[in-house]
């Protein structure tokens, strides 16, 4: 697999940049695949066991400081030779602050407004830019998390590939609660209406 990963990089590095034709799969070392590798991974939806040690190393790039764990996953991915091809420093960007921060569990508690005086928590139904930028990347091919109910309602981001069953859920969820409210508000205003 990690040929096939270096192949694809060096196809892209033909089309994104010809000066970057030369390069070949063996080429490309330690730490230099590593970073092609991490590159094309969380670029990508498929990700077979291979992508697992790359993703790893990613993730496992952190700083005192939380923009410092971002310039130096920057600078890893700008290891990698396509790195400065066409189009590229948009993805790596995208990729460094989108990856692991854009899947509905993070953004169920990136996005959660803590409740205040008679307003109860709610999750904000509006995708950071960063993320928006991430999932629309012309290279990215990631489905992006998708808005179940709304934020009035206990809505919340769900997986693009859970999202009917999400749905369906949080609709029978709520029909179930408004049936109950209709009940309990019909019992007391028949025993109301019955007293008089």
Request: glycine share 10%; proline share 6%.
């Amino acid at each position: 697999m990690k040929n096939v990963i270096c192949s694809a990089l060096c196809v892209a590095a033909t089309v994104l940049q010809p000066k970057a034709s030369a390069l070949r799969a063996q080429d490309l070392d330690g730490q230099t695949q590593l970073s092609c590798s991490a590159i094309l991974c969380l670029a990508s939806a498929q990700r077979p066991p291979e992508c697992n040690p790359p993703i790893a190393y990613y993730f496992a790039i952190t700083r005192w400081r939380f923009w410092e764990t971002l310039q130096a996953r920057l600078d890893f991915l700008n290891l990698c030779p396509v790195a400065g091809a066409p189009g590229m420093a948009s993805m790596k960007s995208a990729l460094v602050n989108g990856a692991g921060r854009c899947d509905a569990a993070a953004l169920n508690v990136e996005l959660y407004v803590e409740p205040g005086r008679n307003v109860p928590g709610f999750v904000m139904d509006t995708m950071p830019d960063y993320c928006a930028a991430y999932f629309g990347h012309q290279y990215v091919r990631l489905d992006s998390p998708r808005y179940v109910g709304t934020p009035q309602r206990g809505g919340y981001w769900a997986e693009a590939k859970d999202f009917a069953v999400a749905v369906a859920a949080y609709t029978a969820h709520w029909a179930e609660i408004d049936r109950l409210a209709q009940q309990n508000q019909g019992g007391r205003g028949g025993g109301r209406n019955g007293g008089d």
